[in-house]
């Protein structure tokens, strides 16, 4: 989320547009950065997490009505709903930017779905009738919005094609299949399920190395999980060259999620010219065609069969096309939709740009730090 956020964001400014940004933070503050203004609203962490949440909606509201935006976008399906209200007493145009499907993604956590689809679905329907337009970056995450009077609007996100590229480093010819997951070590990205199937691949007796790069709370339960096979955690990477780096140098990328809604770290894998091996259903299978990648069912003994054919095809042929599957998703393209979007809701009132002489003297010209 915070890449996308960030990436329109800049995107908006660079295209001339003013842009205000209304993050959780640990006080409130209002800053001027290159990607526009900031304001962070003091919230609490949520339980057992490093993500913070604005728990009192009202804080957000108050941001928008100091700035007066001509278009609100809302990346928050939970506590900021009452956007959508605040919008439409005002005239202005709203947008939900769905950027997970809460079913599955409830479903994982609980590991079951009793009960789980009719409250999800009671608040799709709230949401649909709320916003004048849901943005989704899948038909995965569309399947969400059945039978709710939403007006979805299809924007596929984009990679970063500079920074992921394939000449930051290849794989070293040692005999061994190297495998790699990037991502937060939570149950919502399944890395469990990443780390089963690469147990289950050197059960088989195939060589192999998995290298795990990221954090979370669920690191412990993984180490347990992948016992005595290779598997080796580097822990959370700072850089983003550093991760680009470390992709390059993997035979495959496993983003095996079932509920990812697009799956950025898809397109990162295959921009470096890394194969990916991905769960049979769920927004990231929409990007693994059967030119780059192999899929299954979301399973230890599939994902493995997956690995494995993946493994037999030609490497050079497959890491070529993996890169020009990545150049078919740019930024540029997901910043264009948007802009679209929000022309579109934008009301015939004048944009009041009053607030930047207003307010500059309360500026502070230092980057803002965003914590979610």
Same mark, same amino acid.
């Given at each position: 989320?915070?890449?996308?956020? !960030? #990436? ?57 009505? #100091? ?58 329907? #709230? ?39 394939? !000449?930051?480093?290849?794989?070293? !010819? ?6 790699? $997951? ?53 822990? $959370? ?47 990231? /299978? ?14 230890? #003994? ?26 078919? $998703? ?26 930047? !002489? ?13 914590? /979610?």
């Amino acid at each position: 989320m915070r890449q996308a956020i !960030d #990436r329109l964001g800049a995107g908006y400014v660079a295209a001339g547009h003013e842009r205000v940004l209304v993050v959780p933070g640990e006080h409130d503050e209002t800053v001027e950065t290159e990607s526009g203004i900031v304001v962070t609203v003091a919230s609490p962490h949520l339980p057992n997490s490093a993500y913070r949440m604005i728990a009192q909606p009202w804080r957000a509201l108050i941001a928008l009505d #100091r700035f007066q935006p001509t278009s609100v976008e809302v990346s928050d399906k939970w506590t900021l709903s009452p956007v959508a209200g605040w919008a439409k007493r005002r005239g202005i145009g709203s947008i939900l930017f769905s950027h997970e499907r809460l079913d599955d993604m409830l479903g994982l956590w609980s590991r079951r779905q009793f009960g789980v689809e009719t409250a999800v679905g009671a608040l799709n329907r #709230r949401l649909a009738q709320s916003f004048d337009t849901v943005v989704v970056t899948s038909n995965y995450a569309a399947g969400e919005f059945e039978n709710t009077p939403a007006r979805l609007s299809m924007v596929p996100l984009g990679v970063d094609l500079d920074m992921f590229r394939p !000449d930051r480093g290849t794989p070293v !010819d040692d005999g061994l299949l190297k495998l790699c $997951y990037v991502g937060r070590l939570s149950r919502e990205k399944s890395p469990h399920l990443a780390v089963a199937a690469a147990v289950e691949v050197h059960r088989r007796g195939i060589p192999m190395r998995m290298d795990v790069y990221g954090d979370g709370p669920h690191r412990d339960e993984l180490v347990e999980i992948a016992g005595d096979a290779p598997v080796v955690f580097h822990g $959370y990477l700072s850089g983003r060259e550093e991760i680009a780096t470390a992709l390059t140098r993997s035979d495959v990328s496993l983003s095996v999620c079932p509920a990812e809604t697009f799956g950025l770290a898809v397109l990162e894998a295959l921009a470096s010219g890394t194969p990916v091996v991905t769960s049979n259903r769920g927004g990231a /299978r929409e990007l693994v065609d059967a030119t780059c990648g192999e899929w299954g069912h979301p399973n230890p #003994r599939d994902l493995a069969d997956a690995i494995e054919r993946l493994a037999a095809r030609p490497k050079a042929a497959t890491r070529a096309a993996a890169r020009v599957r990545a150049e078919q $998703y740019d930024w540029s393209r997901s910043v264009g939709l948007m802009l679209d979007l929000h022309g579109e809701l934008a009301r015939d009132e004048p944009y009041r740009s009053r607030w930047r !002489d207003r307010l500059r003297g309360q500026l502070k010209p230092r980057e803002a730090k965003e914590d /979610r």
